[in-house]
Every structure is written in structure tokens, then in C-alpha cells.
């Protein structure tokens, strides 16, 4: 991409400020040393230097590799003093490699090696005006360009690993909701064919004997029945626990006013509000729709505690509302950080997503939290 392959803005910064040091440094006839004799090579020296460190993070071993053979080269010919923005520039590059590439890497070492080469050819061009302090000032400097570049590199390890383990544990935490969505509705689809199959053959023991046609349809239903049941233990089989292996029935939001009466006896305040008149669900949305409720009443005994929460169920033409909201933690029960963010919401977005629908949640002015899905009828 384009955009990649431009220097960023702090690079453009840093770049212009090494030119500016280097140009202000050699032109003001530096102060503190003799003015170069070849000032217009350092002029330019001085600006391919800031070159350099404007591309620096394209090729950070390549271009500290060349630049340090280039200044050695230099005071092993002029002979002159070295100037304050070479050191400087010397450090950038180091902090840089150091900072992008793994501490480990022959690349890593040669680069210190040429680092310390430079360093010890400027000391040597610097005798005759450096005492013993500026030689252990500039050895503590390099020391510590070097160590921010391998503390900013271990820093962005470390950022990356907790991204990609986050990433990982909310893979996890949907492939585990969707486990479970697949062993209840295994047992929503087993019921209704369970059912299908015995009706078909009920129908069938009741023909008469010259329904003959009628009766080899109905026991080529039976037989897909009893077919489909086999091959829907086999699938699912894998995502069931042994505790788990039977049919067992599932709850529905027929059953809310039990599940409120639970949460109740554990401290939280639960009102039920519903809207709109009833309707027939399906046994998979009925199931993630009680799923949904229980979940968001869960996170809140959680995170809140014993606080007040009321639930509403809206039932409109083409769609089923549910919102759970609650009043804020109690006194001495602060929201957990993770209220937001927990992987129970995962597995309420995973089961809104099953019948094409939303999940939002956040906190809401002035205090508590609230939960609102959508689910399409």
C-alpha cells in the first residue's frame, strides 16, 4: 500500500531536526571545536545523514551499517573533529534497529559491533580535545539509546502477544457458544423429528391394507426419520459431554417468571415488563431468547451485585425485542473493567446472530447497564 511505504510524520520530524542540528552545527563554525576544512563535504554529509534517518525504519540494519562505515572511513581520512550531530544520529539509528528488529538476530550484533566501532573511531579522532568524562558520556548514552530500543521492542512483543491471546480466547469463547447452540438445537431438531417419525407411523398403522402406495410413502418417511435422528447423535456427538448424551428439554420465555424467581433468591431485584401480545415461537429462538435474558441477568448479579434490574419483552410484528436493564452496582460492589466486553456477550451476539439479529450493550446514563436484542421473527 501507498500509504505504507511513505515516512511517517515523526520521521519527517526527527528528520528535519538532524538536518537542522547538522547544518546550524557546521555552518555557525561550531563553538566548540575548529570550524571543518571541508565544510561543504560535511554540509551535504550532514543532510544525507538526515536522509537516512527519515528512511531509517525501511532498512534500519542497512542504513546504520553504512552509515557507520561512512563516518569511520571519514575520520580515518580528514582527521578532523567529529561533530555532536553525528553522535546524535549514530543513536537515533541505533535506538531504531534495536527497536525493529529481534534482539537475537545477527543483524542485531552486527549492528552493535558497527556501533561500537564508530564509537570507539570518533573517541579516537576526539583525543586530543576529549577528556576521560566524555568518553564515559558518550559510552552511558549509547548504553542507554540501546537499552529504550530493546525496552521499546519488548514492549511491542508484549503488545502484540496480548492482542493475539485475546483474539485466541474470543475465538474460543465463540466456538464454545457455538457448541452449545449446536447441542441445544440438536435437541430441538431431534424432538420435532422424533415426533414426525412417530405420527408418520401412527398414520401408517391405521391405512387399510389396499393403501399400499400410501403405505410405502409413509415408511420411506419413517425410515428418513429414524435415519436423520442416527446421523444427528453422530454430528453432535462430539460436542456433547457424556453427562449431556440424552434428550433433555429446553427452556423457553414461558419459563421467565421461574428463572426470575431464581435470580431473586440470589439478592437481584428482577421486574418483568411485556409488550405487545404473544405469539408462537420457534424452539430455537424461544430457547436463545430465554438464553439471552438469563445471560444478562448473570452479568449483572456478576458485575453489580445485588442490585435492581428490570426486563422487558416486546413482541412486535416482525420482530422480538428484549432489553435488561439494571440500576448500577450497590455500595461496595464496583462494576468489574470486563462488564463490557465479557465473553457472556459473545455468546449473546452469537445467539441474536443465529436468527439474523442484533445485540447492543453499554453502560447508560447516569448509572447501570443495558442489554437490548433484536431478534427476527
Do not use: C
Request: net charge neutral.
Amino acid at each position: 500500500m501507498l500509504r505504507s511505504r511513505l515516512p511517517a510524520p515523526i520521521d519527517w520530524l526527527v528528520a528535519v531536526v538532524v538536518a537542522l542540528f547538522a547544518l546550524a552545527e557546521e555552518l555557525s563554525g561550531r563553538s566548540m571545536a575548529p570550524a571543518r576544512e571541508h565544510l561543504p563535504f560535511w554540509v551535504a554529509a550532514g543532510l544525507l545523514a538526515a536522509g537516512g534517518v527519515l528512511y531509517r525504519r525501511r532498512a534500519p540494519f542497512g542504513i546504520l551499517i553504512v552509515y557507520s562505515a561512512a563516518n569511520v572511513a571519514a575520520f580515518a581520512l580528514t582527521r578532523e573533529l567529529p561533530a555532536a550531530w553525528q553522535f546524535y544520529t549514530q543513536l537515533v539509528l541505533l535506538f531504531t534497529l534495536l527497536s525493529e528488529v529481534p534482539g537475537r538476530s545477527v543483524k542485531t550484533g552486527v549492528g552493535v559491533a558497527a556501533t561500537g566501532a564508530y564509537v570507539a573511531a570518533m573517541m579516537a579522532t576526539s583525543s586530543p580535545a576529549a577528556g576521560p568524562g566524555d568518553y564515559a558520556v558518550a559510552l552511558v548514552m549509547t548504553a542507554i539509546a540501546a537499552g529504550a530500543g530493546l525496552a521499546v521492542r519488548r514492549h511491542r512483543v508484549l503488545a502484540v502477544q496480548a492482542a493475539e491471546r485475546g483474539e485466541l480466547l474470543a475465538r474460543e469463547a465463540v466456538a464454545e457458544e457455538r457448541a452449545r447452540l449446536a447441542r441445544e438445537l440438536h435437541d430441538i431438531v431431534a424432538h420435532s423429528v422424533s415426533v414426525m417419525t412417530m405420527q408418520s407411523g401412527g398414520v401408517r398403522l391405521m391405512l387399510r391394507d389396499d393403501q399400499r402406495r400410501e403405505r410405502e410413502a409413509l415408511t420411506t418417511v419413517e425410515q428418513a426419520g429414524h435415519e436423520a435422528l442416527v446421523e444427528l447423535r453422530r454430528m453432535v456427538g462430539l460436542l456433547r459431554g457424556p453427562e449431556l448424551d440424552r434428550l433433555t428439554p429446553q427452556p423457553g420465555l414461558d419459563r421467565l417468571d421461574d428463572l426470575l424467581e431464581q435470580f431473586g433468591s440470589a439478592g437481584l431485584a428482577v421486574t418483568l415488563e411485556v409488550l405487545g401480545e404473544p405469539v408462537p415461537l420457534s424452539a430455537g429462538l424461544d430457547l436463545s431468547a430465554y438464553r439471552i435474558v438469563q445471560e444478562s441477568l448473570t452479568n449483572t448479579l456478576k458485575h453489580a451485585g445485588p442490585t435492581r434490574a428490570v426486563v422487558t419483552v416486546a413482541y412486535r410484528p416482525r420482530e422480538l425485542r428484549l432489553e435488561i436493564a439494571d440500576e448500577g452496582p450497590v455500595e461496595g460492589h464496583p462494576r468489574a473493567a470486563s462488564a463490557e466486553g465479557g465473553h457472556g456477550l459473545i455468546g449473546m451476539r452469537e445467539r441474536a446472530a443465529l436468527f439474523q439479529g442484533t445485540l447492543t450493550a453499554g453502560p447508560r446514563p447516569p448509572r447501570g447497564f443495558h442489554v437490548e436484542a433484536v431478534l427476527h421473527l
